[in-house]
């Protein structure tokens, strides 16, 4: 089974701040790793995601994520932040393969940035 | 691409009548779709996997006769709240996942249950 652990349930930044939200996960297979995003009373938005292949990649709204096998992360980061990225932030994972395999949730990291 | 679309965003109806939810893959089709369970501040809670034409996996501590699930095509599937009561009210999410490949689950906008 897989696990995601997300390190900070709130990270308060200035508007243009650079951010940077922690994410650990394990399993013992090969797993696929996602980022979403949710604005308040809506679904889940992909940001991005590592399947395979080079371990830093770039997603939406400016936001980037490094997989890193060793220390097993995916922290996501954004050089420079903006009001309009406060929302939660979830880590997901899952087993590698086809489509229906079902995603494991971190608890969320709620970014606000003020201005 | 890959839309998913959730309807109705907002129900508020009386305790003992069954609510409906409806997921529909817009453009693409959906082998599998996911059913999620949000409390206010938490996590997705994974309710149940429907494969299209089969029965529902649910997960453990989920009634299945509570939440009743149907995919009966590749591009819709639908969660039954029975006799809901003011404890099944939360925020209710669908996913689907496209056919083939390692391909991102699309989630829907969601739908907020409120019973009285």
């Known amino acids: 089974a897989q696990s995601v652990t997300q390190l900070d349930s709130q990270v308060p930044v200035f508007e243009e701040a650079p951010v940077e939200l922690r994410c650990n996960y394990s399993?013992?297979?090969?797993?696929?790793l996602f980022w979403y995003v949710q604005y308040p009373n809506q679904g889940l938005q992909l940001l991005l995601k590592y399947l395979s292949g080079s371990t830093l990649v770039k997603g939406i709204n400016g936001f980037e994520a490094e997989f890193n096998k060793s220390q097993t992360s995916f922290h996501l980061r954004k050089p420079s932040v903006h009001i309009s990225d406060t929302a939660e932030y979830f880590c997901a994972v899952r087993k590698g393969g086809g489509s229906n395999y079902k995603l494991t949730f971190g608890k969320g990291t709620l970014l606000t940035v003020n201005p | 691409g890959a839309v998913v679309s959730q309807h109705p965003s907002w129900v508020i109806c009386k305790s003992g009548t069954s609510v409906k939810i409806e997921c529909r893959s817009l453009d693409f089709q959906a082998t599998t779709m996911f059913w999620y369970r949000q409390f206010p501040k938490q996590s997705l809670m994974l309710m149940a996997t429907s494969n299209e034409g089969s029965k529902a996996t649910y997960e453990q501590g989920v009634e299945k006769d509570k939440f009743l699930i149907n995919h009966a095509s590749l591009t819709l599937s639908t969660l039954t709240v029975t006799s809901a009561h003011p404890e099944d009210s939360s925020f209710y999410i669908c996913?689907?996942?496209?056919?083939?490949?390692?391909?991102?689950?699309?989630f829907g906008d969601g739908t907020r249950l409120s019973i009285l």
């Open positions: 996913s689907a996942g496209e056919r083939g490949g390692p391909r991102p689950q699309h």
């Open positions: 399993s013992s297979v090969s797993v696929y």
